[in-house]
C-alpha cells in the first residue's frame, strides 16, 4: 500500500470544489490537453503526448516530473493506496483510500483537473496533528508526490487515535531520490510558503490588517488604518497621496476568519463605498463564488490570502520593521534551474 499526497492550486481557495471532492469523493490532476490517460501505457507514450500538447515546456526536468506524475497516476495509485489531500482553506489534511484502480476522464469535476479517480475519505486530520517537518513532506510543490516514512508513521498513529511523539528532520521521498535542482527549488519555495502561511496564521485578528495595510503601502499607498468601531470593523483607508486629496481612495475591507467570505460580506462593504472611493477585500481564506460574482458586479476588486502572500514576497525589504519582525525571513542563494536547463 503506498501513501499519494494530491495537490490542487484551487483547493486552496475554491469552496465549490472543494464540497466536491469532500462529498463525491472525487479527486483531480491536471493537464487538461491531454485525453483520457488509460490510452497511454508507457513513460515513453506520456513523454510522447506531453510534447505534442504542451510545445512550450522546455525545461528538460520539468517535463521528466511531469511525465512521471503522469503515469504514476495512471498506472501506480492502486485501488487500497492512501490518498492525501491537503486543504489549505480550513487548515485540515483529508485522508482516504483510492476505490479503483484507474483514473477516467471528467471535466465536471475541473476544467483544469478532469484525470479524476474516486476516492473513499476516511478522516479529516488537523495539520496540528502532524510535526512541522511531516507538513512539509506533505506540502510537496509537486502535483502528485509520495511523502516520507515519517509522514506513513505519523498518520498511522494519528489514524489510531494516537499523538505524534518528537520531531523528524526528513522531507519527501521525492526530494531524497531525485536529488534534482528543479525539485529541490520547488520544495524550497514550498516550505517558505508553508512557514509565512503559519507566521500570517498566528496574526489572524487585528494584527491580519496591519500585515495587509504594510503590503498595500509597499505599491505606494499611504494607509491609514482605522480603530475598530462597535461592531468590530477596522477598516484600512488607502491614499495615492500623503494628504488623502486625491481620487480614487481605497476602502480596504479584510477577513481573516478560517471560512471565505460570503456575499453578505462584500455586499456589507459595497454599502460603505463613498462615489470617490473603491472598494478592495482581502479575505485570508478566499470567497464563496456568489461574494465573487457580487463583487464583479459592484466593481469591488478582491484579493486572497495567497495573493497577499505573493506581494509579500516580492516587496518583503520594503515592508514595515514591525511586519518583517512578525514575519523574519533572510535572502540564501540556490543554482538558477532555467539557466542549468537551457543552455
Do not use: C
Not at 91 to 101: A, Q, R
Not at 172 to 201: A, P, R, V
Not at 262 to 278: F, M, Q, T
Request: proline share 5%; charged share 30%; aromatic share 8%.
Amino acid at each position: 500500500m503506498n501513501h499519494w499526497v494530491v495537490h490542487l492550486d484551487e483547493l486552496r481557495y475554491n469552496p465549490d470544489l472543494i464540497n466536491i471532492v469532500e462529498n463525491k469523493g472525487l479527486i483531480g490532476v491536471g493537464w487538461p490537453d491531454i485525453d483520457d490517460l488509460n490510452k497511454y501505457k508507457t513513460r515513453e507514450d506520456f513523454q510522447k503526448i506531453f510534447h505534442e500538447k504542451y510545445p512550450e515546456e522546455t525545461r528538460k526536468m520539468s517535463i521528466s516530473i511531469q511525465v512521471g506524475m503522469l503515469y504514476r497516476w495512471a498506472h501506480e495509485v492502486k485501488k487500497g493506496d492512501i490518498a492525501i489531500v491537503p486543504l489549505k482553506i480550513n487548515d485540515t489534511i483529508k485522508v482516504g483510500k483510492f476505490s479503483e484502480d484507474t483514473s477516467f476522464l471528467d471535466v465536471s469535476f475541473h476544467p483544469d483537473y478532469p484525470h479524476v479517480r474516486k476516492v473513499e475519505w476516511i478522516k479529516d486530520v488537523k495539520r496540528s496533528d502532524f510535526t512541522q517537518d511531516a507538513l512539509y513532506s506533505i506540502g510537496s510543490a509537486l502535483t502528485l508526490s509520495q511523502p516520507s516514512e515519517d509522514v506513513e508513521k505519523q498518520l498511522d498513529l494519528i489514524l489510531n487515535g494516537k499523538k505524534v511523539p518528537g520531531v523528524s528532520q526528513t522531507i519527501s521521498k521525492d526530494i531524497i531520490e531525485g536529488g534534482q535542482l528543479f525539485l529541490l527549488e520547488k520544495h524550497l519555495k514550498n516550505q517558505l510558503d508553508e512557514y509565512i502561511t503559519q507566521k500570517i496564521n498566528e496574526r489572524k485578528g487585528y494584527s491580519y490588517q496591519d500585515i495587509v495595510g504594510g503590503v498595500l503601502q509597499t505599491m505606494g499607498y499611504h494607509i491609514e488604518i482605522h480603530q475598530p468601531g462597535p461592531d468590530g470593523k477596522k477598516d484600512i483607508m488607502a491614499y495615492s497621496d500623503r494628504l488623502g486629496l486625491k481620487d480614487p481612495i481605497i476602502r480596504v475591507e479584510v477577513k481573516s476568519q478560517d471560512s471565505p467570505v460570503s456575499s453578505d460580506d462584500v455586499s456589507s462593504l459595497a454599502g460603505y463605498i463613498k462615489p470617490n472611493e473603491k472598494g478592495l477585500f482581502v479575505s485570508r481564506m478566499g470567497f464563496t463564488k456568489p461574494a465573487i460574482l457580487f463583487a464583479e458586479e459592484k466593481g469591488i476588486t478582491l484579493m486572497t490570502g495567497e495573493e497577499i502572500i505573493e506581494l509579500l514576497l516580492e516587496k518583503y525589504s520594503e515592508l514595515p520593521d514591525k511586519i518583517k519582525d512578525w514575519i523574519p525571513l533572510k535572502k540564501i542563494w540556490i543554482p538558477d534551474i532555467d539557466a542549468n536547463t537551457t543552455q
